[in-house]
C-alpha cells in the first residue's frame, strides 16, 4: 500500500505563489511517475502537472504551463509543485497521485494511489 500526503495549499491573493508538497510512503514506487490532479466544485477532476522518475521528463496542462513546475527529491520521496501568478480559476483541491504507470498519463484511470488533496484557493 502507498500512502500519499498533500500540503502547502492555501489561500493566497491573484499574482501570488504557493509550493505544494506530496510525501509518499509506504511501498513506494520506484521508477514511477508522479502527478498533481486538481478538481474545482462541479467540475471533473483534471491534470495539472506529471513527472518521470528521472525527472528529466515533465508535462503540464496547457492552462499551467509556464506558471506551474513539477519536481521530485526521490531520497524523500516527495513531488512539488510551486505555482506562481495564480489565478481565481487555479482554485481547487489539488491531489497527487502514482503508480503503477511509468509514463506520464493525463488521465485519473492511469493512477492507482491519491492522496486526500489540498485546496488551494486564489482571490481575485
Known amino acids: 500500500q502507498v500512502q500519499l500526503v498533500e500540503s502547502g495549499g492555501g489561500l493566497v491573493q491573484a499574482g501570488g505563489s504557493l509550493r505544494l508538497s506530496c510525501a509518499a510512503s509506504?511501498?513506494?514506487?520506484?521508477?514511477?511517475?508522479m502527478s498533481w490532479f486538481r478538481q474545482a466544485p462541479g467540475k471533473a477532476r483534471e491534470f495539472v502537472a506529471g513527472?518521470?522518475?528521472?525527472?528529466?521528463?515533465?508535462d503540464y496542462a496547457g492552462s499551467v504551463k509556464g506558471r506551474f513546475t513539477i519536481s521530485r527529491d526521490n531520497a524523500k520521496n516527495t513531488v512539488y509543485l510551486q505555482m506562481s501568478s495564480l489565478k481565481p480559476e487555479d482554485t481547487a483541491v489539488y491531489y497527487c497521485?502514482?503508480?503503477?504507470?511509468?509514463?506520464?498519463?493525463?488521465?485519473?484511470?492511469?493512477?492507482?494511489?491519491w492522496g486526500q488533496g489540498t485546496q488551494v484557493t486564489v482571490s481575485s
Open positions: 497521485a502514482t503508480g503503477p504507470t511509468i509514463l506520464v498519463g493525463r488521465t485519473p484511470y492511469e493512477y492507482a494511489y
Open positions: 509506504g511501498r513506494t514506487f520506484s521508477g514511477r511517475v
Open positions: 513527472i518521470n522518475w528521472g525527472g528529466d521528463s515533465t
